[in-house]
């Protein structure tokens, strides 16, 4: 419930009671409000996060802009966030590896927190198409829906199969694990990078960023990367690609094609193409790139941006593709995520190249939806952490 400024001051008086500050969305394309919300007191099983970052995702630019057709407004967004545990509900709690948490351990939520009783959940071992998820974020998620995104300075971490786990990383690596979990789904649904082939990236955001690094420590001999701009680019040789193709000094799609084909053995090219760029058109490049029976895996269209005109007979059959698409990430590809970032073998932490208070989430949406990625007409961005504790700017 939103507290009136009168019923604050009675709050602010009680040293129990916690505010937390929130930026509340109030429909497509409209305000980030800031609202302070009283906090509740967690029941048996629950917990109460204090956010420490939550990542701006494509995702949450596509929701701003109606994309996404589950969410009811308002809603407060921000679904990839870690944070430390301020108060439980229960005396014992355990996260999902089984280690015991405590008050003061950081932790990292998975968002979705699937029913466990549906047909995607107990028989096609799907749960991330649970038709009755209750999600931290991105989906209505009312009773109160106000505390349970990442964009507030607490979230009511109170969903049925909650999945969290504890983690002593720096909370600047530990909110990536979300969206590079996407990157290990989509590795696992192609049936895995086979040693010795070559891999290529279209797109260097975070995802893109993930897969590159993950293919390269998974045994590809090569990883060619198709994205900028150049920030980005050189982020992306420090993550693992051998090549980088800057899509705004080789516009032409054709041209493209032919650097890729060049750079793959007698010119067949890459055996897995990952697509992270979350722009129709790379589809029908993505696949003209890829090898005979070769795996494209989809990774870049998590809301509706619209069709694109494709070829059944070259862009598939002719070449035996075998086309992968995945549907979010469940636990175990975050467990598997963070285990990864856990041994700290790159510097993943460069991929959040800004932390912003909550009253610039706006700008943050306008970098990632503009081209060149640029924060204030100027820098460009890699992935913008919101830190809802940091004073307004
Ligand atoms: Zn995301
Ligand atoms: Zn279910």
Redesign the pocket.
Known sequence: MALTSSSRQVVESSDKKLISKAAVLDGVEGKFNIVEFEVPEPKEGEFILRTEYA?V?G?DVHIYHGHLDTIEYPIVLG??FCGIIEKLGSEKLYDSNGVAVKKGDRVVIVPGASCGECYYCQIAKTPTRCTNTKAYGFLPNKDPYLLSGGFSQYVHIKNKNTAFFKTDLDPEIAVLT??LSICIHGFQRAGGVRFGSTVLVQGTGAIGLGAIAFAKRSGAAKVIAVGGPKRRLELAQKMGADIVIDIEEVRDPEERIKLVKAETKGGRGPDMVVECAGFPGALPEGLTYLSDSGEYVELGHFTDVGSVEMNPHWHILRKNANIRGVWGSDVEHMQMTLSILENMELPYEELISHKLPLNRIEDAIRSMSQKGYTLDGQEQVIKIAIDPWKDFE
């Open positions: 990542g995702c995702t679904h990839e979300e969206p």
